[in-house]
T-cell receptor
Framework: NAGVTQTPKFQVLKTGQSMTLQCAQD?????MSWYRQDPGMGLRLIHY???????DQGEVPNGYNVSRSTTEDFPLRLLSAAPSQTSVYFC???????????????FGPGTRLTVT | SQQGEEDPQALSIQEGENATMNCSYK?????LQWYRQNSGRGLVHLIL?????REKHSGRLRVTLDTSKKSSSLLITASRAADTASYFC???????????FGKGTKLTVNP
């Protein structure tokens, strides 16, 4: 199994450009999520999904869109990049239970994004 | 807002010593999870403890949970230089499916 894969590994954007960060998992996990990690801030949840066709906002959703058309894929779209979106982005997936929430998260290797 | 807060922010110990990190959170939880992150890498899951559990062990790791105090601790016994990493707690808030992380404790184990 490849686990959780993310592309690209590195990306430089100019302010105002848009792009999509790709995330895929081959473990048949219902739950997928996106985090951003900034120095001294830990990981902050952007969006998450509990299954195909279902997405919800996390702690810092502004400026980002997601969709979940298949169980395997969970792309993150930056609509109009801003320097404040310079960060490392991690995708994760797991099983989840309705009464307990998401279990052990499997993380991708991350995408390092710089917006100039 | 981040649910969990780790304490201390940074910890430096000698190889062979024990390391204790604490996590406090604000609201009721379904489960609490601990993760490790080596520099520049993705996070790796260590232990999950459910809200009705008080203690769990995994190898040299021991996690406790006190729901009355809304706190958890991670103990690493007989630490090794390879344990040098950042450690994060993450909580699933009651009635939610959001997994929210704290800011982490940076552990340095000196050989």
């Amino acid at each position: 199994n490849a686990g959780v894969t993310q592309t690209p590994k590195f990306q430089v954007l100019k302010t105002g450009q848009s792009m999509t960060l790709q995330c895929a998992q081959d473990m048949n996990h219902e739950y997928m999520s996106w985090y951003r990690q900034d120095p001294g801030m830990g990981l902050r949840l952007i969006h998450y999904s509990v299954g195909a066709g279902i997405t919800d906002q996390g702690e810092v959703p502004n400026g980002y869109n997601v969709s979940r058309s298949t169980t395997e894929d969970f792309p993150l779209r930056l609509l109009s990049a801003a320097p404040s979106q310079t960060s490392v982005y991690f995708c994760a997936s797991s099983y989840t239970w309705p009464t307990s929430g998401p279990y052990e998260q499997y993380f991708g290797p991350g995408t390092r994004l710089t917006v100039t | 807002s981040q649910q969990g807060e780790e304490d201390p922010q940074a910890l430096s110990i000698q190889e062979g010593e024990n390391a204790t990190m604490n996590c406090s959170y604000k609201t009721s939880i379904n489960n609490l999870q601990w993760y490790r992150q080596n520099s520049g890498r993705g996070l790796v899951h260590l232990i999950l403890i459910r809200s009705n559990e008080r203690e769990k062990h995994s190898g040299r790791l021991r996690v406790t949970l006190d729901t009355s105090k809304k706190s958890s601790s991670l103990l690493i016994t007989a630490s090794r230089a390879a344990d040098t990493a950042s450690y994060f707690c993450a909580t699933v808030q009651g009635g939610s499916e959001k997994l929210v992380f704290g800011k982490g404790t940076k552990l340095t184990v000196n050989p």
